[in-house]
Every structure is written in C-alpha cells, then in structure tokens.
C-alpha cells in the first residue's frame, strides 16, 4: 500500500509568484488535508477537502486555494507568494471523516 | 490564539529513562488527542492517539495519559532510546480526520 505522497519535495519561488503543490492521498482515502508548517513550529491547518468538496478553512487568506479530484489527490494553490508563505506544506489523508490523518513528507517552499 | 500549549520545548534524556512532555487545551470540544514524532526533513508520524472516555492509553513504550477536568495530557517515552531523538507535537481535534490544532513542539534528544 503506497502512502502519502507530495511534489515537488523543494520549491524555490520569488515574491509576487504563484505556486502548485501537489498531494496523493493514501489509497482509498477520502478525505485530504492541508497544513503549514514555519521553521520550529507546530503545522497550522489551512483547509480540508471531502470528496472534492471543501470541509473546512483554517485561519488563511483566500490566496490560498485548493482543489479535490475524482481519484482524492489534491492540489494547494498559493497566488502572489509573501516571504512569509516560506514553510514545509504538509498534506494529510486519512480513510474517512473518524479515522486518523496520514502525512506526507511535505513540500518545502521557499519565497525569495 | 494558541490552543493547545506544550511544554518543554526541549528535553535531553539519558538512555533508558522516562520522557515526558505536557500539553494543555482550552477548547472542550476537542475529542481527540494525538501525538506526531517527526523527523527532520519527514512528515509527522502518528505514534499514539486517545479520546476523553479513557484516562490512559498504553502502547508499547508509549503511554498517554489524560485528565479531562484540567484539561490536560502528557506522553511518556519509557526506557528512552537514542532512536527517539526526534521533535513530538501533541495535537487536538473534534473528531481524528477533522481540523487538527498542533503544539508549538518538543525537541527530544536521547543522549547514549
């Protein structure tokens, strides 16, 4: 059984840009969420998607999208990239609505 | 606003002795409660998960245990191992799949 999977693993962007990150979900699951995680911190929740539909938004700026396909991966859109938006993207799947997350090994997004 | 506090930041064990790191919420509706290890350039890693019904949970060298009235839980590492040296982060959600609150962390190093 493969599990979560994400790419690129590094991304170097600069200021203004846009960027996509991408995220297979472990197979068979449903439900796939995304997290930034900054340098020394715990990852933050940015929003979590159900059977393509969004199911719930952290504390992040609509510059931050997201979308489900059919087969469950997932793609994070970030538009007009801010240094800050450097961090490690972490996403997460898990089986269904009550069972544990599952987390890929991120994508680390520098913005110059 | 912080959620979920951990504590300590950092920890430094001799091999063979007991971890412990500490977490505190505020949000009673909170209904699960994980612990992460993760390595550095790696993803979080599930090691053990709980819910308010029981007070203690217990695998393998892993054992968390929860008071519901102070709105509390800790994770003991018994007979900590060098391999241990990684970084916990407690974490809180209603319900395991849904939005997860992560602590800021805790930087284990298991010294030989």
């Known amino acids: 059984e493969t599990g979560v999977t994400q790419s690129p693993t590094h991304l170097i962007k600069t200021r203004g840009q846009q960027v996509t990150l991408r995220c297979s979900s472990q197979?068979?699951?449903?439900?796939v969420s995304w997290y930034q995680q900054a340098l020394g911190q715990g990852p933050q929740f940015i929003f979590q998607?159900?059977?393509?539909?969004?199911?719930g938004r952290g504390n992040f700026p609509p510059r931050f999208s997201g979308l489900q396909f059919p087969n469950y991966s997932s793609e994070l859109n970030v538009n007009a990239l801010e240094l800050d938006d450097s961090a490690l993207y972490l996403c997460?799947?898990?089986?269904?609505?009550?069972?544990?997350?599952?987390f890929g090994p991120g994508t680390r997004l520098t913005v110059l | 606003q912080q959620q979920v506090k951990q504590s300590p930041q950092s920890l430094i064990v001799q091999k063979g002795g007991i971890s412990i790191i500490n977490c505190a919420y505020e949000?009673?509706?909170?209904?699960?409660f994980p612990w992460y290890q993760q390595f550095p350039g790696k993803g979080p890693a599930l090691l053990i998960a709980?819910?308010?019904?029981?007070s203690e949970k217990k695998e393998g060298r892993f054992t968390i245990s929860f008071n519901k009235s102070a709105k509390q839980f800790s994770l003991h590492i018994m007979d900590s191992q060098p391999g241990d040296s990684a970084t916990y982060f407690c974490?809180?959600?209603?319900?395991?799949?849904?939005?997860?609150?992560f602590g800021s962390g805790t930087q284990l190093t298991v010294l030989p």
């Open positions: 998607y159900y059977r393509e539909e969004e199911n």
């Open positions: 197979s068979g699951h449903n439900t």
């Open positions: 974490a809180a959600s209603k319900g395991s799949a849904r939005q997860l609150t």
């Open positions: 949000n009673t509706a909170f209904d699960y």
């Open positions: 709980i819910r308010p019904d029981v």
């Open positions: 997460a799947s898990s089986l269904s609505q009550n069972n544990e997350q599952f």
